[in-house]
């Protein structure tokens, strides 16, 4: 985060280029399309070269005759840029800046002509110029890897050349851009210093007076949005203001739960423009895996070894290195190694106080789930999800410890997972307990669309409201926004006008009694709670037993309803509690009571949602 604001805040003692290795588009940032032409020169004299064209073997290679020995025009675009710098009076360690109409001639040379250039800079007294990469990009699953053939070719020239380059980029494979193996030289050496981190950036005054004069206006009266634009990525904030102020300018007495809604929905889609998450399998795993945020008491894990993952969840979608500070990595027999341990690179999503766009938004909202697929309008089910990625490919993520069975997590995964993607379906206010409870079966689908109903035996369709009539004022109750699985909302949003945020808490017991979710108005007593019992043998009258005794033991009066998901629950012949109704919900959302208590009993509830097996 903050990699191209930290390119231009940069101290020290020498002067440097600066450019976005990627070809830019209509779409880039603005502040990118300020580098277009040396952008642009850039990537033309690498396509002159045809850097594509060459062996892998040849780019990854700083000392192969490509660099050593063959004349090049990114060599002769180099020499330019220094001989512009050297012409000039001594420049202020900071960003060399090309303000004035400059026309470069580039011609062939090889790297024998560049050394002369650089050598009569030093030789002058002058301190050498550094370059700066910025957006680069090597991920390719092509066959002819041209992606991380173009990088490498990129990158390599200014290493051959002795000339320092920062490469950055939000793709790990930047890490690998130069043969390692090659060579008969093993060793140890420097390889290379990873920043993971960069200072926190600063919203920067908008190009245009009315719009800053808007967004200021808004600050004013909704201070929550400077909050949420504080504490999140630049990426986000960007399109995050940008609907802000859009918003207001058409609707200036907008509500802020109409503002955050309609400005969640724009990061989304342009973050999904941007990245396509959802277009592929390892991205789809890779939100499922930013959905599975965990911090737990460090006493039982710590909290970086459990979100640990892939570094897809890096390339394709927006977690960070797990390295949290600077790495020094060295080169030694091969393999790349930090403190005499092996290296490569894992990630770690930000906790919600570093990136609270992406948990408020890039997860899921108003009339979006968290698996919805804005390009191509897919509204993937949560089960769909966990059927492909975590049963079908063992994909690990949060782990309940003491769990009875490995499968177990999985199945606890994906219902915390639906439980959170149904309070989202109404936006910031929160959600009717009938709404969510319908998105929630939804979720439980194999395709993901809201689910109504039907009365055993009958026809008759009912909703939520009609099936726990009498036992709880939950079918009046409000299901807030939720936060990920035990991941908790900074304090400057929880009580935000108009909005109803709340926490989803899975805590590792025994007893699976401790599942719940709660609100800010009682966060003490639970809304609802809900277990997961995934076992070969029905659910039978001795969970149904001990699930009582345990809610009775732990909770007393604070529970009234609690939601059982099961593969299957058997025939229950005899029920011992006169004031505690059972109903049982099939996979085909058909509703069947197990006991009914009479009116005035009514005082709790146990809803079993068969889920068949997965």
């Known amino acids: 985060m903050g990699k191209t604001q930290l390119a231009f805040a940069l101290g020290?003692?020498?002067?440097?280029?600066?450019?976005?290795?990627?070809?830019?588009?209509?779409?880039?940032?603005?502040?990118?399309?300020?580098?277009?032409?040396?952008?642009?020169?850039?990537n033309k004299v690498t396509e002159m070269d045809e850097a594509i064209e060459k062996k892998k073997e040849l780019t990854l290679n700083c000392l192969s005759d490509l660099y050593q020995t063959d004349a090049l025009y990114t060599y002769g675009f180099i020499c330019a840029l220094l001989t512009y710098y050297s012409s000039r009076d001594p420049q202020e360690p900071q960003m060399i800046r090309i303000e004035e109409i400059t026309t470069f001639h580039i011609d062939k040379c090889r790297l024998s002509t560049v050394a002369a250039v650089r050598d009569k800079i030093v030789a002058d007294g002058k301190v050498l110029p550094f370059f700066i990469l910025d957006e680069m990009t090597p991920n390719d699953n092509t066959e002819s890897c041209a992606g991380m053939k173009v990088a490498a070719f990129q990158r390599n020239v200014f290493r051959a050349c002795g000339l320092v380059v920062v490469v950055m980029g939000t793709d790990s494979k930047i890490t690998d851009l130069v043969d390692q193996s090659g060579g008969s030289y093993t060793e140890e050496h420097m390889w290379m210093s990873i920043v993971s981190r960069f200072p926190s950036h600063q919203l920067m005054v908008l190009e245009d007076a009315t719009d800053q004069q808007v967004w200021d206006a808004v600050v004013d009266k909704y201070p929550v949005v400077e909050e949420i634009t504080t504490h999140s990525r630049g990426r986000f904030f960007r399109f995050f203001v940008d609907s802000v102020v859009a918003c207001m300018k058409t609707h200036e007495d907008a509500k802020l739960y109409e503002l955050l809604d309609e400005s969640f929905l724009h990061v989304s889609k342009q973050t999904q423009l941007d990245k396509r998450?959802?277009?592929?399998?390892?991205g789809q795993a890779a939100q499922l895996a930013a959905?599975?945020?965990?911090?737990?008491?460090?006493k039982i894990e710590p909290p970086l070894k459990k979100r640990r993952v892939g570094t897809h969840c890096m390339n394709l979608h927006f977690a960070n290195l797990v390295d949290d500070q600077l790495t020094k990595v060295v080169l030694k027999d091969g393999e790349l190694q930090v403190d005499g341990k092996d290296w490569v690179p894992q990630c770690v999503f930000p906790d919600i106080q570093d990136d609270m766009l992406l948990y408020l938004a890039v997860l899921g909202g108003k009339e979006y789930s968290g698996y919805y697929d804005h390009n191509s309008h897919t509204a993937h089910s949560t089960k769909s999800i966990f059927s492909r990625y975590i049963i079908s490919t063992g994909l690990a993520l949060r782990t309940n410890t003491k769990a009875v069975k490995s499968d177990y997590a999985a199945f606890e995964n994906m219902v915390a997972h639906a439980i959170f993607c149904a309070s989202r379906r109404n936006g910031v206010r929160g959600i009717c307990f009938n709404d969510f409870f319908a998105g929630l079966l939804g979720e439980l689908q194999d395709e993901c669309q809201p689910m109504t109903m039907t009365i055993a035996g009958s026809r008759k369709t009912i909703v939520a409201g009609d099936l726990f009539d009498g036992f709880a004022a939950l079918t009046d109750a409000t299901i807030p926004f939720l936060a990920p699985p035990n991941a908790e909302w900074l304090n400057c949003i929880l009580r935000a006008d108009g909005c109803n945020f709340g926490h989803l808490v899975c805590r590792t017991d025994k007893k699976r009694c401790e599942t719940f979710v709660t609100d800010m108005d009682m966060p003490d007593k639970p809304l609802f709670m809900y277990e997961c019992k995934?076992?070969?043998?029905?659910?039978?009258?001795?969970?149904?037993?001990?699930?009582?005794?345990?809610?009775?033991?732990?909770?007393?009066?604070?529970?009234?309803?609690?939601?059982?998901?099961?593969?299957?629950?058997?025939?229950?012949?005899?029920?011992?509690?006169?004031?505690v109704g059972c109903v049982k919900i099939t996979c085909e959302t058909c509703v069947e009571w197990t006991h009914q208590p009479p009116e005035g009993k009514k005082k709790k509830l146990l809803v079993v949602v068969e889920m068949g097996r997965l």
């Open 534 to 579: 995934y076992w070969d043998a029905e659910v039978g009258s001795d969970y149904v037993e001990s699930s009582i005794y345990g809610l009775e033991t732990v909770w007393g009066e604070k529970w009234t309803i609690v939601l059982v998901f099961c593969v299957e629950l058997a025939n229950v012949k005899t029920w011992g509690h006169e004031e």
């Open 277 to 282: 998450v959802l277009a592929h399998q390892s």
């Open 291 to 298: 959905i599975s945020y965990s911090v737990s008491d460090a």
């Open 12 to 42: 020290g003692d020498r002067p440097y280029f600066y450019w976005p290795a990627t070809r830019l588009g209509p779409e880039s940032q603005n502040l990118y399309k300020n580098f277009n032409s040396i952008s642009f020169a850039f």
